[in-house]
C-alpha cells in the first residue's frame, strides 16, 4: 500500500547484529520518532535511557536472563514510566501528585511506553536496523533502576536492542486476522478452531527454524502463563512509589 | 530521514473528520499493521474491535465523557487486553492460567496494545488519515464491556478515532529531548528548568490555538494528576478477573 504499511508488516524480530555502530544523527531520529507519539492528557510520562556503553549492556544483558544479544546490539533503550518529571510539575504548581497512587498510572505509563516503542521500531526498521524488544529487564526491576540511577515514581517497562542484523531472520506467523479483529463487538464462536489452526502453522514454522521443542503457540504460551513470572515487579513498583489497589 | 519517519514526526491529534468513509481495503491493511507488532512472549494477548455502526460510535462518545469527535469518525477502534485467548491455549492444554492474576498481565497487556496502537497510528497518518487516541474509554469501562460483549479476563485500554481531516490541526511541541533522552542513566539535573522553559512555550502555544484557559503544561498536567481519575478502572479490572496484588 506504501513504504510505511510495508515496513510495518515486514517486522521481525532481529538476535544477530553486526559490530557496526550506528550513528548518532540516526540514532537521535529514532528518538525523536519514540518522543512525538501522542502521551496521555499530553502529559508525556515517559523517558528512555539511552545505552551504548559496552560494560552497562553486558550487565543487562545478565540482569535480563542471559540475554547476550543485548550485550552484543551497539545500543539499547531502556523505556521508563515517568511519573516523576509530572510530580515536579505538581511541586511547582502547589499541589500533591496523586495519580502514581492508582492503577490508571500504571496502565497509561505502560500504554504510552508502547506507543513510543512501536515508533522507535518502526522509525528504527525504515533505516535497514533490527530490533528486538526485550521484557526480560522487568526480572530484575531494582537492579535496572540501581545501575540507571532512575528515581522514585519511574519503573523499568520495557527494553529495545537495535543494531544493523548480521543475518535474516523469519518472520513469524501471527494468529488468523478474525481473531484479532472483531467487527462492532468481540465474537467467540471460532476462536478455539482458530487457535488450532494457528497451533499446525506455528509448530510447522518453529520446525522449519530449528526450534521444534517450542511445540506450537498454545502450548508454549500456556506453559509461561501457568505461573506469576517477573514476581518482582510488584515489590518494587510499590518500593517506587507505586499504588495498583486504588 | 525518509517518508516513514517524517510521517511519524509529523503527528498531531486530528477531531474534525470529513464524512467520507475509509474503504474497508485501507481499514484492514491498518489492522494487520496493528497486527504485525511484536508481543510479549508472542502471546498475541490483544485484540481490535472495530466499530463503524453510527449508534454504536455515538454510545462510546457519550461513555468517554462526551467525545462527539468519537461519533462523527467513520472509524472507532477498541484496544482490548485479551488474556481470554491465552486462557483458550492454556485450558487446550490442560492447565490453569494464573498470569492474570499478577500486575504482569496488566503491564505486559497495556504496552502490547500501545505498540499496536503505534502501528495504527503511523500507518493512518502515512495515507493521509488523522487519529486521535481515546483515554475516556477508562472513564466508564463496564459500559464499553456491555456494549461490545467484551468476554472475561479481557479490559479496554485505549481507543482510537480514525478519519479523514476535515481541517488541519497545529503540531503541540514536546518537552525539551533532554528530559525524554537521558544518555547511560538518569539525568535528573536540569528537569526543573526544562519544564520552566516548556511551561513558557506551552502557554504561547496555547494562546496562539485559542486554548489559553488551559494555562501550560505543569498546571494543566498537576491539576489532572492531583486526583485519582477514572476510579472505576479498578473494580472492573478486578471484575473480569484481574488481580494486581502478585
Redesign the interface.
Known sequence: ?????E?????R?IRDYKSKKIDEA?L??I????????S?????Q????????KK?KTLIAEHAGGQPWIAKAPVFLLF?TD????N???I??G?????H????S???G??????????A???AE??GLGI??I?GI?RDPQAMID?????EM?FP??GLSIGYPNSPSDK?P??P?N????????H?EN??SD??NYDVLMSSYLKTIGRSQEGN???????????????N??PV?IKQGFD???
Open positions: 500500500m506504501n513504504k510505511t504499511i515496513t510495518i508488516k515486514n517486522h524480530s540516526i537521535n531520529e528518538i525523536i520518532a519514540a518522543q512525538s507519539m501522542p496521555s492528557i499530553n502529559g508525556q515517559l523517558s528512555i535511557v539511552v545505552i551504548q556503553d552497562t521508563i511519573f516523576f518529571k509530572t515536579l510539575a505538581a511547582k504548581n499541589v500533591t501528585q496523586k495519580i497512587e492508582s492503577i490508571e500504571t496502565l497509561v505502560a500504554v504510552d511506553v508502547g506507543l513510543s516503542m512501536g515508533a521500531i518502526i522509525a525504515s533505516l528486538v524488544p521484557g522487568r545501575l540507571l540511577k532512575l528515581p519511574t517497562v520495557a513469524k501471527r494468529l486476522l481473531t484479532f479483529r472483531h467487527d462492532e463487538s468481540y467467540k476462536l478455539e487457535i488450532d503457540w498454545s502450548s508454549r504460551t500456556s506453559s509461561v502463563y501457568k505461573k506469576v513470572y517477573f514476581p515487579v510488584l513498583m495498583n489497589n486504588k
